[in-house]
């Protein structure tokens, strides 16, 4: 196995005053050591990861990480810098810089390496050697480490225990044999790469359990496995610490245990604080249940406190209930939805009411392949709601959701609630199985709750509410609604392609993007004029960021840096092909210019495409769909407007930065000059 980082890989005086500067510096010493592959597509997915979470820790340590296909084997950089480098950490600038570089399909062994690293990096005497370090082959040696690192495949950070047991009766001052039972914690870690934080903060935990005298395990869902802690001592645990960023896997097992729920930074940086916190919370008796969302300080690394934070953060498991289950529902509606399209486009829209190809099918026909395309996709759609409900429930309880979420799917279907009804139905097969599982019961059934006895309550309470009691509310609410597109014109159509394409553009493939995505993908399982024009106006105002970002790219090279005009060529396809994430490297580089700028592109093409009445059967495809949608020419002009606002508010907004003195030094690519005046 090749070492994963030499002393070519090191750098003990880091000019960089940037951390984008940081990583380029870093990762050219990767590309030099035939590490990576594509520098630029390489910085692209570190920027895509910087952006979800700032990288930088306390105590002066940035680790930007990444997993990339640019990546050939797993590998570290080291840079050590004298000014201090700003990686958003709250203590303030970073001297010691790791760049982690893991592909795409790293093995488990590497992983475990650079697990055992950022375990190491909560050690203060690792950190003050490599601030003395003068020799790079050294520094490189320090960071392999001499002794074999903490394997993280056990999956369980075991703090002390056989130490407390030994020594708890005189940190107790020897005061009788209930004292010398220490205070157990259990607690879980993760985060959303799995290569740094999850280690880190487990470490963090542990060191801080031992400094207090509590005992502290800690299971690590990252990349170099996930092993459940031992049911035992879960069931000895006085309490329960989540430190996380991901959902927490098999939430059940904690349930009775009073919990305190944090993002995965503040495992790493307020570990005694919530040691602290969990020791009150079992002294004042306060049960939690495997999904009570209490965090002690509202969501990730926040300081809100009280009922606000408690709020915010029901907001967003709520959020990641909702996209868990349109997660799942898209590649239902990327493989029908495209098979559909296709069929029209071979024996046209009257291909639909063809009869079974079951019965009939002949091979040589273009429209018996047609109806044989139509019928799979259709098949395909018809999980739609069932599966939207179904990974809701799972999101929210897990495994023995899933049947009650699939069964109020289906009968969403059966009362014609559809789309909405399939929301509804997974929310109450989640609530269902969540409060079945709060009741006690004896240990001799427990075995069968989750196979029999849950799936068999809650898929009974989940069908008679959906059958008698919102079923036909919600038909009915659907019916309107689809009743209402239909109805749109003139400014009231205008108005929805404005907020569309304003969601689609916002965040890029996040929450917002994906909810504007599922409410026009939905109107596709029963296709009407007014739910095909929102599906236009929804794909359209999608391609926008990318293709604006390219062709700003093109025109004004001066403004963007090498790797931004290098992402700009990829992200003509990434455009054309509907695929809004491409424009993401741009808006992490330089959020105020790009997503304002993108935003107001896109709602030009949402408000253009619904004006013009153009209309769209197929889910997905960008340009090559095109004889797929109706009014294609006026549609193509929408998207090109929208390109062409976006493309010129962001020209601007970046040429405005420029200081007079940067421009007068600075020659575009077409030897022009810019002069800005003070």
């Known amino acids: 196995m090749s070492e994963l980082i030499t002393a070519e890989l090191v750098d003990l005086d880091l000019s960089a005053t940037t951390k984008d500067a940081a990583a380029r510096s870093l990762a050219e010493r990767m590309v030099a050591a035939h590490r990576v592959t594509d520098l630029d597509g390489f910085l692209a997915d570190v920027a895509a990861r910087e952006a979800q979470m700032p990288t930088g820790l306390d105590g002066g340590i940035g680790i930007p990480h990444c997993r990339s296909e640019h990546v050939s084997a797993p590998t570290l950089a080291f840079g050590r810098s004298g000014a ?30 650079l697990s055992g690293l950022a375990r190491r990096l909560m050690d203060p005497e690792f950190t003050a050697a490599l601030r003395a370090g003068t020799d790079p ?26 130490e407390q047991a030994e020594t708890g009766t005189e940190a107790a001052g020897g005061t009788g044999a209930a004292e010398s039972v220490p205070f157990r914690i259990v607690a879980v870690t993760s985060c959303p790469t799995g290569i740094a934080h999850t280690y880190m903060a487990a470490e963090s935990l542990a060191a801080a359990g031992r400094a207090e005298g509590v005992e502290v395990t800690v299971e690590t869902q990252g990349s170099a496995g996930f092993k459940k802690l031992d049911p035992a001592v879960v069931a000895a645990a006085d309490a329960v610490i989540w430190a996380h960023d991901v959902e927490v896997r098999e939430k059940a097992r904690f349930r009775g245990k009073p919990l305190v729920d944090v993002g995965v930074k503040a495992g790493i940086n307020r570990p005694a604080e919530l040691i602290a916190e969990a020791r009150r919370r079992a002294e004042r008796g306060e049960i939690a249940t495997a999904t009570d969302s209490d965090k002690v300080s509202g969501s990730g690394d926040g300081d809100g406190n009280g009922s606000g934070a408690d709020h915010a953060h029901f907001g967003v498991r709520l959020r990641t209930y909702l996209m868990s289950g349109v997660s799942y529902m898209v590649p239902f509606v990327a493989a029908g939805g495209l098979l559909i399209a296709l069929s029209f486009a071979i024996g046209g829209y009257e291909i639909a009411s063809a009869k079974s ?34 990974y809701i429930a799972y999101g929210m309880a897990d495994r023995p959701a899933l049947v009650p979420g699939f069964v109020g799917g289906a009968i969403a279907l059966t009362v014609n609630a559809g789309f909405l009804g399939g929301l509804v139905a997974g929310l109450l097969a989640g609530a269902v199985v969540m409060a079945v599982q709060r009741v006690p019961v004896h240990a001799t059934l427990r075995g069968i709750m989750p196979v029999l006895v849950i799936p068999l309550i809650a898929s009974a309470v989940v069908g008679f509410l959906m059958f008698i009691v919102v079923g036909k509310p919600i038909a009915s609410l659907q019916n309107a609604l689809t009743d209402w597109l239909n109805g749109l014109s003139g400014s009231n159509a205008v108005i929805l392609g404005v907020v569309l394409g304003l969601m689609m553009c916002f965040d890029m493939g996040g929450p917002l993007n994906k909810v504007a995505y599922a409410f026009a993908v939905g109107g596709l399982a029963d296709p009407t004029p007014g739910s095909l024009k929102v599906m236009a106006a929804v794909m359209a105002a999608g391609m926008v960021p990318p293709l604006a970002m390219a062709l700003a790219t093109t025109v004004r090279r001066r403004l963007f840096t090498k790797t931004e005009r290098e992402n700009g060529r990829a992200a003509w396809v990434l455009g054309a092909s509907f695929i809004t994430e491409g424009a993401i490297p741009f808006a992490a580089a330089d959020p105020l210019r790009v997503i304002p700028s993108v935003m107001a592109g896109g709602a030009v093409t949402g408000a253009l495409s619904m004006a013009f009445g153009a209309t769209l059967r197929a889910p997905h495809g960008g340009v090559f769909v095109v004889p797929l949608i ?9 998207i090109a407007a929208g390109t062409l606002v976006a493309t010129a508010l962001v020209v601007l907004l970046k040429g405005a930065r420029r200081t007079a003195p940067e421009a007068a030094g600075d020659a575009g690519a077409d030897g022009s000059r810019v002069t800005v005046a003070a």
Not at 84 to 113: C, E, N, Q, Y
Not at 138 to 160: D, S, Y
Not at 630 to 638: D, R
């Open 84 to 113: 201090g480098i700003d990686f958003g950490a709250a203590d303030g600038p970073a001297d010691l810089v790791f760049l982690i570089a893991a592909p795409a399909g790293a093995d488990d062994d590497h992983l475990t390496i």
């Open 357 to 390: 190809v079951a019965d009939h099918f002949v091979w040589g026909e273009a429209d018996s392949w047609a109806a044989l395309l139509n019928q799979i996709g259709s098949a395909a759609f018809g999980f739609l709601v069932p599966v939207l409900a179904g």
């Open 630 to 638: 109706g009014e294609p020419f006026l549609y193509l002009l929408a």
């Open 137 to 162: 082959r050294a520094v490189a040696a320090l960071i392999r480490g001499e002794e074999a690192p903490e394997e993280p495949e056990r999956e369980q950070v075991e703090t002390g225990k056989q």
